[in-house]
């Protein structure tokens, strides 16, 4: 009866199964720092300009005791001597005017706006992810932008300009339609109303074109144990039919090929006769 089994296993052909389907804001949120010398008399510079999120320190360099105090209410140093510092961040744009409450004299801080550009990130498929070719799939990504709206996110495959989807969700995705086997880095690139750009970290896949499925290497084990040897592309999955009686077979097993050649073992072999087959898994 084994025997009549290995024939049967290797008469049935293969099926592929596969399926075609005064520094400005900076990229990385660094804010700059102004210095800002409280002299005897005077502030220097007296008028400072900066961009929102950036830092003034004013330093005390005279002999005298000083303070900077805002005229609105913002901050206060409260009058201390040299050598002391003190520093602010300014979030918001506009102008902030400031005093010495020990002396009388006055500066200002103006704090221009500045546009933030969006953040984005692949988050499907994978750094790593193998598909076959032809690959038909999605491309997802999430946007966001703390000062204004995204408009566009434009997918590429290394230079080559894939697709734009305008006015995108926090979740954007884009659909792939035949792409060839090759290696590829997929980025993002997320354009804000204010025009503002920012690109992606890139996540590598490859397509790659399938084999032949051949199956070999028959041995029986035990009475409820199978054991045979496909050939794979590494990184491919492959789903693993079974049936005692034909035309029908029923899937056993989907398994993600981790080498050219897959060891299959089927602990459910418990009939007389069983028939397998193996085929290509379509892409995710």
């Known amino acids: ?95 902030y005017p400031y005093i010495c409450l020990n002396h009388g004299f006055t500066g200002s801080v103006t704090v221009q706006s500045v546009n933030v550009p969006p953040s984005v990130a692949i988050t499907s498929p994978t750094n790593g992810a193998v598909f076959a070719a032809p690959w038909t799939g999605t491309i997802q990504a999430t946007v966001s932008d703390p000062d204004d709206a995204v408009s566009k996110v434009d997918f590429f495959a290394g230079a080559t300009l894939l ?49 032949p499925i051949i199956l070999s290497s028959p041995n029986r084990l035990s009475a409820s144990a199978f054991q045979f040897t496909y050939s794979a592309n590494p990184g491919l999955r492959y789903v693993v039919l079974r049936s005692g009686t034909l035309p029908t077979l029923s899937p056993i097993s989907t398994n993600t090929a981790a080498s050219s050649a897959v060891s299959f073992l089927d602990n459910g072999a418990t009939a007389a006769v069983n028939f397998y087959r193996v085929r290509l898994a379509p892409n995710l």
Not at 15 to 24: D, F, N, R
Not at 39 to 68: E, K, R
Not at 189 to 206: E, K, L, P, Q, R
């Open 163 to 211: 697709g734009t989807v305008a006015n995108p969700p926090a979740s954007a995705s884009f659909t792939v339609t035949n792409l060839p086997a090759g290696n590829y880095t997929l980025t993002a690139v997320a354009t804000d109303s204010g025009g503002a750009a920012n690109t992606s970290a890139g996540v590598g896949i490859t397509v790659v074109t399938p084999v």
């Open 1 to 95: 009866m084994l025997s009549n089994n290995l024939l049967k296993l290797f008469w049935l052909p293969a099926i592929s199964g596969l399926a075609v389907s005064t520094c400005a804001w900076s990229l990385s949120g660094q804010a700059a720092v102004t210095n800002v010398n409280i002299l005897d008399a005077a502030f220097s510079p007296a008028n400072t300009t900066i961009n929102a999120h950036d830092q003034v320190t004013w330093t005390w360099t005279g002999t005298l005791p000083h303070s900077t105090t805002s005229q609105t209410g913002v901050w206060n140093s409260t009058v201390v001597p040299p050598p002391h510092s003190f520093s602010w961040t300014f979030t918001n744009a506009g102008n």
